[in-house]
């Protein structure tokens, strides 16, 4: 049965955006989030070290004026060697997110969007997280008759133990802030029970062409997700970036970073890796073109926008 569906992808094509060798690559996108200034998310800022950067940043990746930056969620989705592989989740449909109003009872036509690029969810064998925060990790589930399910059922969802066990932490912890027992009720627990999680340590290889390569701070167990095809190399960051700022400006991390010293060294190994390896990065949260490659620029980064 595997074996046909998978014979079958090979000769489907999936309606990408691009693709790095042999690898085909799509972008379904779940919701925009709007509603951060740079100020507010940067603890860091400082308008005079942002000036210099404007004339590239603006108006699709910063507001000067009013100050906001948007954050799409979205998710990638690649076929390789015809498995369908889907990196991180998004926000999710239905979901109760107390005191995040922009994540709160979506209902997004993220599925629909999946359809439209020829990916149905039993179509996907691998999701791979990296890592388990809320707008990553929704749409792992799906409610089915009042229960949480998984919203792809032929999916092993590969999941790093630190961040596994650090989600768990704050879900079971009566300071933390409540969404996070949500979450982890709601989009983690549920694939662990129905024994399609796959928890992991370390670096992690995976279809001859990914490997999962710890870079926490972020988060604890942060995962950036190499792909390498026929000599091209591509690096999903998820959240080691949240906006293209940070690129020139790899020191400032973000409010939600666990660890901000660690996530920007984490920053800095990940802007180098592309430097050296010419790989083209694709972050969770940047605005069209949503993708670059990275060159030095002085003593810091910059980004050639683009495929
Ligand atoms: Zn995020």
């Known amino acids: 049965m595997r074996t046909e569906k998978h014979a079958r992808n090979l000769e489907e094509s999936m309606k990408g955006i691009g693709s790095i060798g042999a690898v085909q690559i799509g972008r379904v996108l779940d919701s925009t989030l709007l509603g951060e200034t740079m100020q507010g998310w940067f603890p860091d800022f400082n308008c005079e070290e942002v000036k210099p950067h404007e004339s590239w940043l603006c108006p699709h990746h910063y507001n000067s004026e009013s100050g906001h930056f948007s954050m799409p969620v979205h998710s990638w989705v690649l076929r390789i060697n ?7 989740t998004c926000i999710g449909n239905h979901k109760h997110r107390p005191g995040l109003f922009e994540m709160h009872m979506l209902n997004t036509r993220f599925l629909e969007r999946m359809s439209d690029l020829g990916v149905r969810p039993e179509d996907v064998d691998f999701v791979l997280c990296t890592h388990l925060h809320v707008d990553h990790v929704g749409w792992n589930t799906r409610l089915e008759g009042g229960k949480w399910v998984p919203t792809f059922p032929n999916a092993q969802y590969v999941m790093s133990r630190t961040e596994y066990e650090a989600a768990k932490a704050d879900a079971l912890d009566p300071g933390a802030r409540p969404f996070l027992k949500d979450v982890f009720e709601d989009a983690i627990h549920p694939i ?12 992690y290889e995976l279809l001859d062409h990914l490997t999962l390569t710890p870079a926490p701070g ?3 167990g942060h ?7 026929q000599g091209q190399t591509g690096v999903f960051a998820g959240d080691i970036l949240h906006s293209p700022v940070q690129i020139p400006l790899w020191k400032w991390s973000s409010r939600v970073c666990r660890d901000r010293s660690m996530a920007a060294e984490s920053r800095r190994k990940l802007l180098e890796f592309c430097v050296s390896e010419d790989a083209l990065l694709l972050p969770g949260h940047f605005e069209a073109p949503h993708v670059g490659r990275i060159r030095t620029r002085g003593d810091t980064f910059a980004i050639d926008f683009g495929w």
């Open 223 to 229: 995962y950036r997700i190499e792909l390498r095809s």
């Open 192 to 203: 662990v029970e129905s024994g399609q999680a796959c928890i992991v340590d370390g670096v």
């Open 82 to 88: 015809g498995y369908t592989v889907l990196i991180d």
């Open 218 to 220: 972020h988060s604890p």
